[in-house]
Structures are given as structure tokens and as C-alpha cells.
């Protein structure tokens, strides 16, 4: 079995009822297989980056431990996504939810379908912010890889 790693998601999304978009994927990611929910930063309201005209994000950051490794991990998010009609039409485009991995342990990677860190850390400083908060609250442990 891999090690646990803490791996932090941003949830997102500005269409339809935002509020139980996001609950249902948190719901969905407490759920997940050898995973565990360890804690949520506030929601925070932002506006849209990309394409004019669509209504602001509703955000929010989940901090989880999980034995997955990063590949698998985001299929699975990817599946919560679709499970909640999410289609990918349009880059930066308005959609129901998403589901980005921002940080995953200390990993690196380069991958066609995988950046991590996310790309986008350095320019969203709402994430930062709800990282930062969720680090203050749940600061690693040993027994994790961000000692």
C-alpha cells in the first residue's frame, strides 16, 4: 500500500445551486477509497476567471489524506465531476463543479493530464488563503508526508 499523502482539492463552481454542488462534493469526498476527509476551509465567493459573462465561484478547499496515488485519485474526482454534470466544453468555462488537486504531498509532476503543485497556485490567492487555514488547523504529522 503507498503511504498517505495529504492532498489538497479546491472545489469550485458558479452554475445551477452552487451550495449543493459543493456539499454533494463533499459528501462524495469523504467517501472515497483509502481516503480520509481531515478538514474544509471556508467557502468563499470569487469572481470567474476566463470567458466574460459568467456568475461568480462559489470556492472552497478540502484537505484529505489518501493512500491512492495521484492518477487514480483524479479519476476519481474526475467521476464526482461528471456525476454532477459537469462538462468540459470550454477551457475556464462555466461549469456545475470542479474538482482541482492543488497540492499532493510534496509531489512534482509534469504529467499531460497531471501538474502538481496546480499550475495555477501562484495566481489564485484565495486558495493560498484556504490553504493556510487549513494548515493552522490541521498541521501535518509524522506520520504524513508534509512533516
Known amino acids: 500500500m503507498n503511504p498517505r499523502e495529504r492532498a489538497y482539492v479546491a472545489l469550485g463552481g458558479n452554475l445551477g445551486d452552487r451550495e449543493s454542488y459543493l456539499a454533494r462534493a463533499r459528501a462524495a469526498l469523504g467517501k472515497l477509497p ?3 476527509l481531515i478538514g474544509l476551509s471556508r467557502v468563499e465567493e470569487t469572481d470567474p476567471i476566463g470567458p466574460a459573462g459568467q456568475g461568480k465561484y462559489l470556492n472552497q478547499m478540502a484537505l484529505l489524506e489518501t493512500s491512492l496515488d495521484p492518477g487514480r485519485f483524479l479519476k476519481l474526482l474526475q467521476k464526482i465531476e461528471d456525476e454532477n454534470g459537469r462538462t468540459r466544453t470550454e477551457r475556464w468555462g462555466a461549469r456545475t463543479l470542479d474538482l482541482d488537486i492543488v497540492r499532493f504531498g510534496t509531489r512534482r509532476l509534469r504529467d499531460p493530464d497531471l501538474k502538481l503543485p496546480h499550475p495555477e497556485l501562484p495566481n489564485r490567492e484565495w486558495w493560498q488563503r484556504e490553504i493556510a487555514e487549513l ?5 501535518a504529522t509524522p506520520d ?4
Open 34 to 36: 483509502l481516503t480520509k
Open 144 to 147: 504524513t508526508d508534509d512533516e
Open 135 to 139: 494548515d493552522q488547523a490541521f498541521p
